[in-house]
C-alpha cells in the first residue's frame, strides 16, 4: 500500500458542485499539505497542516477549504466548483524537522465542466 | 518570501548524453535544503537529489549531480547517461531548515530523451 493516498485519482465535476478530496497517510508524520499543479506554473501550496488543531492557509487558498480529521487524513474541498480549479492536486507529507522534503501522494486530476 | 526559478521551459537530448538542468532560487536566510523532483509521465513527484545549503560539498545520486552555488544562489542539475526513463517533468524546490519548512517549486523543466 502506498505511504500517502489520495482518493479519488481522476474526477470530472460540474461548476457550482461542492467536491472533497481525501488524503491519508501511513507515515506517522505530523505535517500534511495540499498543492495544486498546472502547466506552467509548478505546485503552489493551498493549505498545511502541522497537527490536527493546526491549519494555514498557503499562497492560493482562496475557493477552497480543509479539515484534519485525524493526524492521518487531511481532506480539500471545493465548495462551489469553477472551471479554473481544474487541475492536478497533490497531498504530501512531512516530519517535524525532516530535511529529505516530502512524501507525496499519486494525485488527484480534477476538470471542473 | 522566497521564490525558485527554472527558466528552462523545455529541453530535450540524445540518448546517453549529458544534460543539465538550471535552477536559480532567492532567499534571505542562511540555512535551507535544496531539492530536485522528477515527475514521469505516471504524475507520481520522485525525490532526485538533495542539497544542503551549509555542506560545500555538491550532491550526487548515481547518475544525477547538482552543481551547488551558494553565493550565485544557483543550484543546477546534471544528468549523465541520459536514458528513456529520465524523461520528465522536473522540478527545482527550496526548504528553509528551521521554521515553517514550506516546500516552495519552480514551474518546471520538461525533459524529453531522444532515442
Known amino acids: 500500500d502506498a505511504d500517502v493516498t489520495q482518493t479519488p485519482r481522476n474526477r470530472i465535476t460540474k461548476t457550482g458542485k461542492r467536491i472533497m478530496l481525501e488524503c491519508s497517510q501511513t507515515k506517522g508524520h505530523d505535517r500534511m499539505y495540499w498543492y495544486r499543479q498546472d502547466p506552467g506554473l509548478g505546485l503552489r501550496l493551498i493549505y498545511y497542516?502541522?497537527?490536527?488543531?493546526?491549519?494555514n492557509k498557503g499562497e492560493i487558498s482562496d475557493g477552497y477549504s480543509v479539515s484534519r480529521q485525524a493526524q492521518a487524513k487531511f481532506s480539500l474541498s471545493l465548495e462551489s466548483a469553477i472551471p479554473n480549479q481544474t487541475a492536478l492536486y497533490f497531498c504530501?507529507?512531512?516530519?517535524?524537522?525532516?530535511?529529505?522534503?516530502?512524501?507525496f501522494g499519486s494525485g488527484t486530476r480534477l476538470t471542473v465542466v | 518570501a522566497q521564490t525558485v526559478t527554472q527558466s528552462q521551459p523545455e529541453m530535450s537530448v540524445q540518448e546517453a548524453e549529458t544534460v543539465t538542468l538550471s535552477c536559480t532560487y532567492d532567499?534571505?536566510?542562511?540555512?535551507?535544503?535544496l531539492f530536485w523532483y522528477k515527475q514521469p509521465p505516471s504524475r507520481q513527484m520522485i525525490l532526485v537529489i538533495r542539497q544542503e545549503a551549509y555542506k560545500q560539498q555538491n550532491a550526487t545520486e548515481n547518475r544525477f549531480s547538482v552543481n551547488f552555488q551558494k553565493a550565485a544562489k544557483s543550484f543546477s542539475l546534471k544528468i549523465s547517461d541520459s536514458q528513456l526513463g529520465d524523461t520528465a517533468m522536473y522540478f527545482c524546490a527550496f526548504m528553509n531548515r528551521f521554521g515553517n519548512e514550506k516546500l516552495t517549486f519552480g514551474t518546471g523543466t520538461r525533459l524529453t530523451i531522444i532515442p
Open positions: 532567499t534571505s536566510e542562511n540555512n535551507y535544503y
Open positions: 497542516s502541522f497537527d490536527v488543531k493546526d491549519i
Open positions: 504530501a507529507t512531512s516530519s517535524m524537522g525532516s530535511n529529505y522534503g516530502y512524501t
